[in-house]
Nanobody
Framework: QVRVMESGGGLVQAGGSLRLSCEAS????????MGWYRQPPGEQRELIAR???????SYAESVKGRFTISRDNAKNILYLDMTSLKPEDTAVYYC?????????WGKGTLVTVSS
């Protein structure tokens, strides 16, 4: 079954750190550009970080310098290391291909940052 599954979210105080993980099926992970997306309460889902197969990365301005996307191509796992978290980072975080047209969205993982 082709799928993605996110984990690692939780409640953290402002200034704290979290690491999110995304396990993906090899059929969609291998050779694909992958991305982390997030959907804050009441807002649209947005792309915040992307990584191509060989490792080049790009970030939304809102997370640049604080978040790091990485991938383990042998294990088909995507990571998002988040530091200096802010209350405005509160959202459900999702992984998918970029563009997100090859696999259904997973359930996501909720990150809540308290002030």
């Amino acid at each position: 079954q082709v799928r993605v599954m996110e984990s690692g979210g939780g409640l953290v105080q402002a200034g704290g750190s979290l690491r999110l993980s995304c396990e993906a099926s090899r059929t969609i992970f291998s050779g694909s550009t992958m991305g982390w997306y997030r959907q804050p309460p009441g807002e649209q889902r947005e792309l915040i970080a992307r990584i191509i197969w060989r490792g080049d990365t790009s970030y939304a301005e809102s997370v640049k310098g604080r978040f790091t996307i990485s991938r383990d191509n042998a294990k088909n796992i995507l990571y998002l290391d988040m530091t200096s978290l802010k209350p405005e980072d509160t959202a459900v975080y999702y992984c998918n291909t970029n563009p997100p047209n090859r696999v259904a969205w997973g359930k996501g993982t909720l990150v809540t940052v308290s002030s």
